[in-house]
């Protein structure tokens, strides 16, 4: 009685069957990241969205916005230009949430005009392009609210994650060349006119 042959796959075959899968893999896995990253964003747009609506409701209740805080203090890092507590204190939002690329820290947050320094009274300045919201011409320095075109912005960290102490506190958030998608690793932001707000295109 004669047993039937069995074949299998010879060293060839299965080299060719690993390279296959290695190439699915490398076309997929990009597309998979991607995806994430515009989960993210959708859902920092939207987080932001909330906050650019209690921001307005204070700036409609005290005709002015919270002042900004930053911090030059290695422990107070994760404090730097954090969201302003009178969000939460005057009830205009329940939590301040977590940023969606890095749930360590919630959104960013600064506005021209009055503001703090390591807890000390200063003014906050926006440095922006005279095309604004175009990139390029000469820049412009703002101290005053009324006089600058952009009063507060609001932001996520976006897909860069969290900058080394804000680039060494020389992070211009106002600047749109920050700004994702402009910059792929950007932040996700929107800003405030005084009369609208806007996310970035």
Same mark, same amino acid.
């Given at each position: 009685?004669?047993?039937?042959?069995?074949?299998?796959?010879?060293?060839?075959?299965?080299?060719?069957?690993?390279?296959?899968?290695?190439?699915?893999?490398?076309?997929?896995?990009?597309?998979?990241?991607?995806?994430?990253?515009?989960?993210?964003?959708?859902?920092?747009?939207?987080?932001?969205?909330?906050?650019?609506?209690?921001?307005?409701?204070?700036?409609?209740?005290?005709?002015?916005?919270?002042?900004?805080?930053?911090?030059?203090?290695?422990?107070?890092?994760?404090?730097?230009?954090?969201? %302003?507590?009178?969000?939460?204190?005057?009830? @205009?939002?329940? *939590?301040? /949430?977590?940023?969606?690329?890095? =749930? &360590?820290?919630?959104?960013?947050?600064?506005?021209?005009?009055?503001?703090?320094?390591?807890?000390?009274?200063?003014?906050?300045?926006?440095?922006?392009?005279?095309?604004?919201?175009?990139?390029?011409?000469?820049?412009?320095?703002?101290?005053?609210?009324?006089?600058?075109?952009?009063?507060?912005?609001?932001?996520?960290?976006?897909?860069?994650?969290? %900058?080394?102490?804000?680039?060494?506190?020389? @992070?211009?958030? *106002?600047? /749109?060349?920050?700004?994702?998608? =402009? &910059?792929?690793?950007?932040?996700?932001?929107?800003?405030?006119?005084?009369?609208?707000?806007?996310?970035?295109?």
């Amino acid at each position: 009685m004669r047993r039937a042959a069995t074949h299998g796959f010879t060293l060839a075959e299965m080299l060719i069957v690993i390279a296959i899968i290695g190439i699915l893999v490398a076309l997929l896995v990009p597309a998979l990241q991607a995806a994430i990253v515009m989960a993210k964003v959708t859902q920092a747009e939207s987080d932001l969205r909330q906050i650019s609506m209690a921001l307005h409701q204070y700036y409609l209740r005290y005709a002015c916005l919270p002042p900004a805080r930053k911090y030059c203090l290695t422990e107070k890092r994760d404090q730097f230009l954090a969201l %302003p507590q009178e969000l939460i204190k005057e009830e @205009f939002l329940d *939590v301040l /949430p977590p940023d969606a690329f890095d =749930a &360590s820290r919630t959104y960013r947050y600064t506005a021209v005009g009055p503001g703090f320094i390591n807890d000390s009274p200063t003014t906050i300045k926006f440095v922006l392009p005279q095309a604004f919201p175009q990139v390029g011409g000469a820049w412009l320095k703002y101290t005053q609210p009324d006089r600058c075109p952009v009063k507060c912005i609001v932001w996520s960290v976006g897909p860069g994650g969290t %900058p080394d102490f804000e680039v060494l506190l020389g @992070f211009n958030p *106002v600047d /749109p060349a920050n700004w994702y998608p =402009a &910059s792929p690793r950007g932040i996700v932001c929107r800003y405030f006119t005084g009369k609208d707000w806007y996310s970035v295109p």
